[in-house]
C-alpha cells in the first residue's frame, strides 16, 4: 500500500466515522466509498466504525472484482455505479438518518420549501422506488432518482449522497437530513409554502460558488 493508498483509504474510514459522530448513521447500517485510480475504495461489510482500520477498506474494481478475502458492503452495486457513471461524482454516502429514513419510509420526495434544496440540484429531492438492497434493480432506480440531483432518498431504505469529494458528500448528507427535519417540524406547524422552480433554479446558480459546494477538497483524516 503506497502513501496515496493509505490516504484515501484513511479518509473512507474517518468519513464513515463522521457518519456516525454526526448522527446520521447508527451500527453498521452505513457506507461511504471514494473515486480511486482505476476503481473505487468503500467500507466494508458489516464493521462497526469503531474498530474500522484502513486496511479493511475494500478495493473495488468497476467490474465488482474486489480481493477474494475481503468484503465490501453490500451496498457497493450502486457506489460503484454511481462513480461509474457520473463523472462529476468522486465520492458516496450512504446512511439511515433519522428525518431522510422518515420520509423515504412515506416514499414521499422533498420539496422546495427551503432555498438550500438547490444544493442538492434541482428544485426537489427524489424518493427512488422500492427494491430490496443490494440489488441491480435498487442501483438502477437510484441512478434514475438521481439525473441532474447529488441526494436522493430510497424508499423504505434511507438516503445517498454523492459529491466531487467526500467532504462534500458528508456536507450534502448533513444539509439533507437537517431539510428533511425542518419539513417534518414544518409539517406539523401548518403547510409550508414551496418556492417556485424558476427561483431554485436561481439559487442553483449561485451556488455553484458557493463553500463546500464546489470544494474538491477529501476529507482529512482525524
Known sequence: MDK???????????????????GLNRGTSGNVSV?????????????????????????????????PNQKPSSEWRFHRDILA?????????????????????????????????AAFGGPTVRCAPYAPYGTAALS??????????????????GMIAAGASLEKALWLAVELETLCQQYAVALQVGTPAVLSDHEIGTTVERFRGYGLNVAGKDLKPQ
Request: aromatic share 4%; with cysteine; proline share 7%.
Open 4 to 22: 496515496d493508498e493509505r490516504i484515501a483509504r484513511e479518509s473512507v474510514v474517518a468519513a464513515a466515522r463522521a457518519l456516525d459522530a454526526q
Open 35 to 67: 473515486r480511486f485510480r482505476e476503481g473505487l475504495l468503500i467500507t466494508p461489510s458489516g464493521l462497526p466504525t469503531a474498530g474500522m482500520r484502513p486496511e479493511d477498506v475494500v478495493p473495488l474494481g468497476f467490474d465488482g472484482t474486489h480481493p
Open 85 to 117: 457513471s457520473r463523472s462529476d461524482c468522486g465520492a458516496v454516502v450512504h446512511a439511515h438518518p433519522v428525518y431522510c429514513t422518515a420520509f423515504a419510509l412515506c416514499r414521499k420526495e422533498i420539496p422546495a420549501v427551503h432555498y438550500m434544496i
Open 140 to 157: 438502477e432506480l437510484a441512478l434514475a432518482a438521481l439525473v441532474d440531483r447529488n441526494v436522493c432518498l430510497l424508499a423504505n431504505h
